[in-house]
């Protein structure tokens, strides 16, 4: 007979998975095991090792703060953690935070908010989202969701998008910054966002490819259908948010 006392701490990683998830049905997690190969013939240990590589992907929290405010304890990766209550998708990283509203229905994404900061004060599956920014302000930012693991040794900032084209984007976003001050999210589509004194004004860009993408010179794009080449400014600084 298996020695029983090795079924608790099985049982426990499993819970461990599924509370970073609660959205999951016990169904839905376990057809997610069986995608990864995990069926009749797998062992606990197979299992176990699935499990922990679910919570890596989509952990229960995260801890940690910015680079510069503690370099021995800063935030372990770049994460998107979705929030609702209101509705967020947060990119948080050792460098800055980018806070994203959640549009709904047929409106236009909304601009960015990018912003340094000095720790997360919480953030958990299930539980308000508290993070302090670099003035000591705290920010309570929604209910976690999810958190999704972006990259485990994330750079910066982005070089160049030099001749990209759209396609080639997948799942990608970036916040761009123009020398201007005006600003744009980046994706399958281009949303720029130009702040006057008492108004932001927002417009809308179909792109093919990406002619120069590069911080110190001007963004040149091939916009869709009409192949006209469009120069939007001098980019300052290209930031990942997400892929």
Known sequence: MKDPSRIPPVVAQLQKVWEAQPDLALP????????????????DEDLVEALNTM?????????????????????PGRFLV??????????VDPFRVSVRRIAKGPHRPLQPGVWEF??????????????????????????VVRITLLNDSPAPKTKSLD???????????????FESGDTA?????????QASRRTLEQHSVKWDQ?????????????????????ELGVLEKIIPLEG
Not at 128 to 143: A, F, N
Not at 165 to 173: A, C, F, I, M, T
Not at 185 to 193: A, D, K, P
């Open 55 to 75: 919570y890596t992907e989509n952990p229960g929290e995260i801890r940690g703060g910015s680079r510069i405010a503690d370099p021995q304890r800063e935030v």
């Open 28 to 43: 839905t997690l376990l057809g997610i095991l069986g995608n990864r190969g995990i069926g009749w013939g797998s062992t």
């Open 210 to 230: 990406l002619i120069t993408a590069t911080p110190g010179q001007l963004l040149k794009l091939k916009e869709t259908g009409s192949g006209k080449i469009l």
């Open 163 to 177: 001749k990209v084209r759209r396609r080639e984007v997948g799942d990608k976003v970036f916040y761009l910054h």
């Open 82 to 91: 979705e929030t609702e209550s209101p509705a967020y998708r947060i990119t």
């Open 118 to 143: 000095q720790e997360i004060r919480r953030c958990r599956s299930g539980e308000p989202l508290l993070i302090t920014d670099v003035e000591g302000i705290d920010h309570r930012l929604g209910v």
């Open 185 to 193: 999210l980046l994706n399958h589509g281009l949303e720029i966002y």
